[in-house]
């Protein structure tokens, strides 16, 4: 038994090496997600490759939704960062939003020309998109939802993103870190919401401003954000960052 054990978990990691020699030709390592050894993560780096080599040339959009589609949407993990009481936060998130996060601001740092934060009335002066799009969870469930926002390229470039830049890293008021590469960044469904189905982001949804990675599953759709870091290379997050708590990095959908 142990020995048939070894030998299918050899042939799978052959086969998928040897798809991802096909697919990473071209790719430098520096290039790719890392797998901390992991080697399910081998998988990660398999489709992401992928994606990126074979598929990023059309840079294909989600599918879009009717409002008729629109469905009831669950909130999911954080859902209050104002009553974690485990939370440094708490009591500042508390406060904004007693004060409908008018003092409430996210910064842009990083390989940017000009460091600054934006306040939501800031972010509502930028170019606006509205989708209705489908959101996929890792525990199984799907939602569409309509979001409006800014997108993500828009506020990069109002702070003047260096062409050095490869990765946006995200950090949020409960403390998640997450990142993207710029292919995604830049994609224009990748947007900083602060709009739900015609109203206000809900504070079960991540108020004031989440972000919508349409193309990855939905636990890439950070909620509460609250820095933006652009950085040159690319950086885990450390401990609090997903990679680190057991999340695959990249899961294009
Ligand atoms: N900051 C933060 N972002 C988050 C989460 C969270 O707990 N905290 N949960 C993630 C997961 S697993 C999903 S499915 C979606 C849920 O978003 P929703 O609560 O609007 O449904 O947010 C993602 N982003
Ligand atoms: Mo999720």
């Known amino acids: 038994m142990k020995t048939r054990l070894i030998t299918r978990r050899g042939a799978i990691l052959t086969g998928l090496a040897s798809l991802g020699g096909v697919a990473l030709a071209g790719f430098h390592s520096k290039d790719l997600p890392p797998t901390y050894g992991h080697l399910l993560r081998m998988g990660d780096t398999f489709t992401y490759a992928a994606h990126r080599a074979i598929l990023l040339p059309g840079q294909h959009l989600v599918r879009e939704y009717g409002e008729k589609d629109i469905t009831s949407f669950p909130a999911i993990g954080t859902t209050n960062p104002a009553t974690k009481t485990d939370l440094p936060g708490a009591a500042k998130y508390k406060a904004l939003r007693d004060g409908g996060f008018a003092g409430w601001r996210v910064s842009v740092e990083g390989s940017v020309a000009t460091p600054r934060t934006f306040s939501i009335a800031e972010l509502k002066q930028l170019p606006s998109r509205t989708q209705i799009t489908r959101h996929t969870c890792e525990e199984g469930w799907t939602a569409i939802g309509q979001w409006t926002g800014v997108p993500l390229s828009a506020v990069l470039d109002a702070a003047g993103i260096l062409p050095s830049a490869r990765f946006v890293v995200f950090h949020t008021i409960d403390e998640w870190i997450d990142s993207i590469d710029l292919l995604d960044a830049m994609h224009p469904q990748t947007i900083l919401a602060y709009g739900m189905n015609g109203s206000d982001l809900p504070v079960g949804h ?44 990249y899961t294009g959908i």
């Not at 939905?218 to 990679?243: E, P, T």
Request: proline share 2%; net charge positive.
């Open 206 to 249: 991540g108020a004031p401003l989440r972000l919508r990675v349409e193309r990855q599953m939905g636990y890439k759709s950070l909620k509460y954000v609250q820095r933006i870091v652009v950085n040159d290379h690319f950086d885990d997050g450390g401990k609090n960052g997903n990679i680190q708590n057991g999340w695959a990095w």
